[in-house]
């Protein structure tokens, strides 16, 4: 995501804090929150994919996915 939205990101939350928003400023904030959020997520999703739990035996156990929707 490129600096410039999240900056509109950030731009949005002061806005909101002290004049509140148009419904269409409101739209807009949760489309680039949610594009942020995917944003995050697919950043990470290499990591994840590749991470593993050792547990006290010295066994190790792929990190399962858990979806939080």
């Given at each position: 995501m490129d600096q410039c939205k999240i900056d509109k990101i950030n731009e949005l939350a002061q806005k909101s804090r002290?004049?509140?928003l148009t419904e269409e400023e409101k739209e807009l904030q949760k489309a680039l929150r949610t594009e942020y959020v995917e944003a995050f997520k697919a950043s990470l999703t290499g990591i994840l994919d590749n991470t593993s739990i050792q547990r006290p035996d010295g066994t190790l156990e792929k990190?399962?996915?858990k979806d939080c929707e």
């Amino acid at each position: 995501m490129d600096q410039c939205k999240i900056d509109k990101i950030n731009e949005l939350a002061q806005k909101s804090r002290t004049c509140g928003l148009t419904e269409e400023e409101k739209e807009l904030q949760k489309a680039l929150r949610t594009e942020y959020v995917e944003a995050f997520k697919a950043s990470l999703t290499g990591i994840l994919d590749n991470t593993s739990i050792q547990r006290p035996d010295g066994t190790l156990e792929k990190l399962k996915r858990k979806d939080c929707e």
